[in-house]
């Protein structure tokens, strides 16, 4: 009998993740004799979960909210984009050692990729938010080689403190000048969690962005947030936030199982079916 791989998500709650339904999709797929479960890990006993990964009969796992920044603190080692982005959300062992990646930034750049091809020649980018989510979307832009990024955030010490992290070619802006930049982005991402299940209202008037802009929004539930479906009334190319989050999977099940996963329209149709059953 095969030895069955164990993979987890960990978070603080961790019911609503969607991460077992991707995962568990792939091994089926491709006959994998492999598991990968939600544990629902308090704040508290973070640490002490972190530490006996080891010996936990686990290969790794992926870690999600309120965890993601603490979780740097914890392991032996960090990838480039994880001290970049300043959280984790991957875990895995090498020769006994804890390693933390991050794979947001490359998921986000995977799927606009699919989605919106041209994104890499944007010549300025308008990012809404300045928390967790946004670093990971910074990272992607300035990876991109995106040379003009304008940072809006409600706090604009806030925005102040995320751009000076990343260095030369992010500038922070008040929430109040978000119309005034729209006029000359090409590319608009909104990383806050305004849309999120129908709530807030962006302060973002699309009819001010040019004609050929690109506008995200990494919320997924609903798939169509307000923002999005004002700006697909006004013509404009618009990606929602579910591919970012099935292109970010990839890399930690090709690490754990040994396979390359692909983001199907099979898998992607599996992930909104679920999303509407939950809303309904």
Same mark, same amino acid.
């Given at each position: ?45 973070? @640490? ?57 930034? $490359? ?56 751009? @000076? ?26 990383? $806050?969690?305004?849309?999120?299940? &129908?709530? &807030? ?19 997924? $539930?609903?798939?169509? *947030? ?37 983001? *199907? ?10 999303? @509407?059953?939950?809303?309904?």
């Amino acid at each position: 009998m095969a030895e069955t791989t164990k993979a987890f998500v960990i978070g603080h709650p961790i019911a609503h993740s969607r991460s077992p339904l991707i995962h568990g999709y792939w091994l089926e797929s491709h006959g994998i004799s492999g598991t990968y479960e939600r544990i629902d890990i308090a704040p508290d006993d973070l @640490e002490r979960f972190i530490r006996n990964l080891p010996e936990s009969g686990f290969v790794g796992g992926n870690v999600t909210i309120p965890h993601k920044e603490e979780t740097c603190r914890l392991v032996d080692r960090l990838d480039e984009a994880a001290r970049a982005i300043g959280a984790v959300n991957t875990l895995w062992l090498d020769g006994g050692a804890i390693c933390g990646g991050n794979t947001d930034a $490359t998921g986000f750049a995977a799927d606009l990729d699919v989605h919106a091809s041209s994104w890499r020649s944007a010549k300025s980018a308008l990012v809404l938010g300045a928390g967790g989510a946004s670093r990971a979307i910074l990272h992607a832009l300035t990876t991109a080689g995106i040379a003009d990024i304008r940072l809006v955030n409600r706090t604009f010490a806030r925005a102040e403190e995320v751009s @000076e992290r990343f260095g030369t070619g992010i500038q922070a802006h008040h929430w109040q000048d978000v119309n005034d930049l729209a006029s000359t982005s090409d590319l608009v991402v909104n990383t $806050t969690s305004v849309g999120l299940n &129908g709530q &807030g209202e962006m302060p973002l008037d699309v009819a001010q962005l040019p004609a050929n802009a690109t506008v995200v929004d990494i919320v997924y $539930t609903p798939l169509q *947030t307000p923002l999005l479906a004002a700006a697909a009334k006004r013509g404009l190319k618009t990606v929602d936030g579910l591919g970012m989050l099935l292109h970010q999977a990839v890399p930690g099940f090709e690490r754990w199982f040994g396979v390359r996963p692909q983001v *199907t329209d099979r898998l992607r149709g599996i992930i909104v079916a679920d999303i @509407e059953g939950a809303r309904s």
